[in-house]
């Protein structure tokens, strides 16, 4: 079994930024993806950024490009993601998803507000 736990949000002003950890134990990833999910108040939820275990190759969300940074430490079995120039509109709950037997956290509020 693995657990996904997430740390980092918070209350932050506009323009402000973050930085999501997100460490997994229980067993260590070996392949597949690992990503940030958001979901806010009455909407779906919405990939963030994913990155790929082995080569690190990543892919972003179109309203996060350019502002956010996902990376991985393989050898602390973890993923961050690193968001700058935040806004109103990221507020919503942050999840870490592990592709490789579909796992997720439990989730972290981000609210951007002023």
């Known amino acids: 079994q693995v657990q996904l736990v997430e740390s980092g949000g918070g209350l932050v002003q506009p323009g402000d930024s973050l930085r999501l950890s997100c460490a997994a134990s229980?067993?260590?990833?070996?392949?597949?993806?690992l990503g940030w999910f958001r979901q806010a108040p009455g909407r779906e939820r919405e990939i963030v950024a994913a990155i790929t275990y082995t080569y690190g190759n990543t892919k972003y969300g179109d309203s996060v490009k350019g502002r956010f940074t996902i990376s991985r430490d393989n050898g602390k079995n973890t993923v961050y993601l690193q968001m700058n120039s935040l806004k109103p509109e990221d507020t919503a709950v942050y999840y870490c998803?592990?592709?490789?037997?579909?796992?997720w956290g439990q989730g972290t509020q981000v609210t951007v507000s002023s």
């Open positions: 998803h592990a592709e490789r037997g579909d796992y």
């Open positions: 229980g067993r260590t990833f070996t392949g597949g993806s």
